[in-house]
């Protein structure tokens, strides 16, 4: 079956790139019996996937650790960025993404915009006084 489609080198046309083949299910339900597969490229069993509503949502790193619930209560604090992160151990990053909108998106899409978060202390340095410098006068040694 795979042969006649892909040819006798089908093996090396198997893989993880965009290009490569792999063998989806119809529908992307059921078991991965014969009547229920097809063989076809990596990317289309990802556009198949987000027809069927099976892709994953959410971060796109593959530990997921918030839920729904937590990243509304994340987007409408008005907590500092550093205190959510550790309250919901994920990263700082992950929290900034999340109030700009970047990720979970379909979760944060209908709650308006994103609560600011409280200042924190002011990010300037305390002026330093330095002493006065004579310049073009030669150093007496």
């Not at 993880?16 to 119809?26: I, Q, T």
């Not at 063989?39 to 994953?56: E, K, S």
């Not at 530990?63 to 619930?69: D, F």
């Not at 379909?106 to 200042?119: D, V, Y």
């Amino acid at each position: 079956m795979v042969e006649a489609k892909l040819g006798a080198n089908w093996l090396e046309k198997r893989g993880r790139g965009r290009d490569k083949y792999v063998m989806g299910r119809n529908g992307d339900t059921g078991p991965y019996s014969p009547e229920n597969t097809k063989c076809i490229t990596n990317a289309q069993n990802g556009y198949d996937r987000r027809l069927n509503g099976v892709a994953a949502r959410g971060e796109r790193s593959g530990g997921r650790k918030l839920n729904n619930k937590q990243v509304r209560e994340i987007y409408l604090s008005s907590d500092k960025l550093k205190t959510l992160a550790q309250r919901y151990s994920v990263g700082l990053w992950t929290i900034f993404d999340i109030k700009k909108g970047k990720t979970w998106v379909h979760i944060t899409e209908g709650l308006g915009p994103a609560t600011r978060n409280n200042k924190g202390r002011p990010r300037t340095k305390p002026i330093k006084i330095r002493k006065k410098h004579k310049i073009g006068i030669p150093l007496e040694k």
